[in-house]
């Protein structure tokens, strides 16, 4: 069996649509798994699983799922096809990314908080939320924030760094060309993804849909992430809580837990 096995090749064999993102770096595909863990079905035409064909792995931020080219195969095929369709394709030859480890989380909970303190939630995305059933309270307290245009993201992170924060390691955060700090922005808002102790550990963004509408492959709900980028890091896409993938479960998520 090869050591790292081409996994797009595993995924053509086992006839699984894949959807480019970030400039081909990963793909999508919708998860098999999500209905047998509970969740709905990963019914998303692009799907929710992603495929990093340089380290030949996947995983499903949404219910977890995670492995290998084998792990693949073997689960749509079983163990005796899979270790045949490991064996017959070839070693990935594309270019391997050289990524920074994502600082820990009391950092990155600390930068996060600082970076959302600098931020605001406009009128518009706050009268969006409120129509779908939390009251001003419940949001400020999720600290939903509207992502900034790209013009002011060195600026605010010019701010962070004066008041003593550190970027670096910091997923979504990346230098720029001319070597200014920076980070990833799309029209929509933040929100962030905590653990079980309430640290920040990342944010998604829900993309407004008129810029939906311009993008052909781009997902309603995305990491907030540097992954790709010299200076940047991947999110990792933590799964150690609820994740927002559907604005709507969310809320009532979030009224279900108000009234208790």
């Not at 008041?163 to 910091?170: K, N, Q």
């Not at 907030?224 to 896409?237: I, L, N, V």
Request: with cysteine.
């Amino acid at each position: 069996m090869n050591d790292l096995p081409d996994i797009l090749q595993v995924a053509s064999q086992l006839a699984l649509p894949l959807h480019p993102i970030q400039g081909g770096r990963q793909y999508t595909t919708p998860c098999w798994a999500c209905h047998s863990r509970g969740n709905k079905p990963d019914i998303n035409r692009k799907g929710h699983l992603t495929i990093r064909p340089d380290k030949g792995v996947f995983r499903c931020p949404r219910c977890g799922y995670s492995g290998n080219g084998y792990t693949m195969a073997r689960d749509f095929v079983g163990k005796e096809r899979a270790i045949q369709i490991v064996g017959s394709v070839g070693d990935y030859n594309g270019v391997k990314l050289q990524e920074l480890e994502p600082a820990g989380i009391e950092t990155r909970n600390i930068v996060y908080n600082a970076f959302l303190d600098k931020l605001v939630l406009s009128p518009r995305h706050r009268n969006d939320i409120n129509s779908r059933g939390l009251n001003d309270d419940i949001v400020d307290k999720n600290n939903y924030k509207t992502t900034p245009l790209w013009d002011s993201t060195e600026g605010i992170c010019s701010l962070l760094i004066k008041d003593g924060y550190p970027l670096e390691r910091i997923p979504g955060f990346f230098k720029n060309r001319e070597g200014k700090w920076v980070f990833m922005t799309l029209p929509g808002f933040l929100i962030p993804v905590r653990d079980q102790q309430q640290r920040i550990q990342g944010f998604q963004i829900r993309v407004d849909d008129k810029y939906l509408d311009m993008k052909e492959n781009l997902r309603k709900y995305i990491w907030f992430s540097s992954a790709g980028k010299k200076t940047g890091c991947s999110s990792g896409a933590p799964v150690h809580t609820a994740l927002p993938l559907d604005i709507n479960a969310k809320l009532k998520l979030n009224r279900v837990r108000e009234k208790r």
